[in-house]
T-cell receptor, first 114, second 117 residues
Framework: DSGVTQTPKHLITATGQRVTLRCSPR?????VYWYQQSLDQGLQFLIQ???????AKGNILERFSAQQFPDLHSELNLSSLELGDSALYFC?????????????FGPGTRLTVL | AQKVTQAQTEISVVEKEDVTLDCVYE???????LFWYKQPPSGELVFLIR??????QNEISGRYSWNFQKSTSSFNFTITASQVVDSAVYFC??????????????FGKGTKLSVIP
């Protein structure tokens, strides 16, 4: 158990809908990363937050957004869902962003868009 | 831009055989980090190893060993005496050394290893 929790574990929804994925980092970790794992694109970095602020952006679609709250949990919002958004979404947390710290991955949320 | 190539999509070996998973990377950074992760059928990502670009010493951990060669931009992973529990998808990944504090990982496409009893 990495100490990172993600909810829900599975999510099934329809095209055009909006969903929110939640991530609780390990206690004390300030940095949260979101990754998407799909059959087409593989594992790719979406976005990073550090202590409530966006720190880096990867291949995140405009239909997707994220935020990190004062209690450090993070949410990834996916809107106007398309079939191709079906994927496993991971979040990872790390202690600080000043020097390298290990990223600990959560168990993932499997999103199925029908 | 960073890129990680795992040319082997799938490998099957018989239990107790040794197997090497290849990883080649591209980066313009002079300092960076390399990783291997394991994704068993249950789906979670399990960290195996991290190497700094300035440390080219090979590493051995039990049945696992890693060969980092900066000259060929490779970071290969060998499992000795493979076991059925080693069956998983293995990912090689690369991260910049970032003064800005962002260490996003660039993953390869993964190599699916099947160990047959």
């Amino acid at each position: 158990d990495s100490g990172v929790t993600q909810t829900p574990k599975h999510l099934i929804t329809a095209t055009g809908q909006r969903v929110t994925l939640r991530c609780s980092p390990r206690s004390g970790d300030l940095s949260v990363y979101w990754y998407q794992q799909s059959l087409d694109q593989g594992l790719q970095f979406l976005i990073q937050y550090y202590n409530g602020e966006e720190r880096a952006k990867g291949n995140i679609l405009e239909r997707f957004s994220a935020q990190q709250f004062p209690d450090l949990h993070s949410e990834l919002n996916l809107s106007s869902l398309e079939l191709g958004d079906s994927a496993l979404y991971f979040c990872a947390s790390s202690a600080t962003s000043g020097t390298y710290n290990e990223q600990f991955f959560g168990p993932g949320t499997r999103l199925t868009v029908l | 831009a960073q890129k990680v190539t795992q040319a082997q999509t799938e490998i099957s070996v018989v239990e107790k055989e040794d197997v090497t998973l290849d990883c080649v990377y591209e980066t313009r950074d002079t300092t960076y980090y390399l990783f291997w992760y394991k994704q068993p059928p249950s789906g979670e990502l399990v960290f195996l190893i991290r190497r700094n670009s300035f440390d080219e010493q090979n590493e051995i951990s039990g049945r696992y060993s890693w060969n980092f060669q900066k000259s060929t931009s490779s970071f290969n992973f060998t499992i000795t005496a493979s076991q059925v529990v080693d069956s998983a998808v293995y990912f090689c990944a690369l991260s910049p050394y970032s003064g800005a504090g962002s260490y996003q990982l660039t993953f390869g496409k993964g190599t699916k290893l099947s160990v047959i009893p």
